[in-house]
């Protein structure tokens, strides 16, 4: 059984920078797709990101294209999510989860993601 545990989260001012990281334990994750989605409160959670098993194929949501990146190494059996010039509407928890299918095409939807990480806040003040 596959474990995502996040971190990285914290209090930054708008127009800095903060990497997240989801490390999985219980086995490898290097043959499925990873994703970040976020939720703000009283809001739905929302897609933000997510990438292959390979690194090579990344998609990121229309609201922080140009800002975030995401890659993995799977090596070290984690994925990451940079975050460069945080805006005030980026606050929110921040969750990580996998995509069981061997090989699959990362997706934008949540119900494609098998097991999800706990969350880690990220606050970006004005």
């Known amino acids: 059984q596959v474990q995502l545990v996040e971190s990285g989260g914290g209090l930054v001012q708008a127009g800095g920078s903060l990497r997240l990281s989801c490390t999985a334990s219980?086995?490898?994750?290097?043959?499925?797709?990873m994703g970040w989605f976020r939720q703000a409160p009283g809001k739905e959670r929302e897609f933000v990101a997510a990438i292959n098993w390979s690194g090579r194929t990344t998609y990121i949501t229309d609201s922080v294209k140009g800002r975030f990146t995401i890659s993995r190494d799977n090596a070290k059996n984690t994925v990451y999510l940079q975050m460069n010039s945080l805006k005030p509407e980026d606050t929110a928890v921040y969750y990580c989860?996998?995509?069981?299918?061997?090989?699959?095409?990362?997706?934008?939807?949540?119900?494609?993601?098998?097991?999800w990480g706990q969350g880690t806040q990220v606050t970006v003040s004005s």
């Open positions: 989860a996998v995509d069981l299918r061997v090989w699959g095409t990362p997706s934008r939807t949540f119900e494609a993601y098998e097991v």
């Open positions: 219980g086995r490898t994750v290097s043959s499925y797709s």
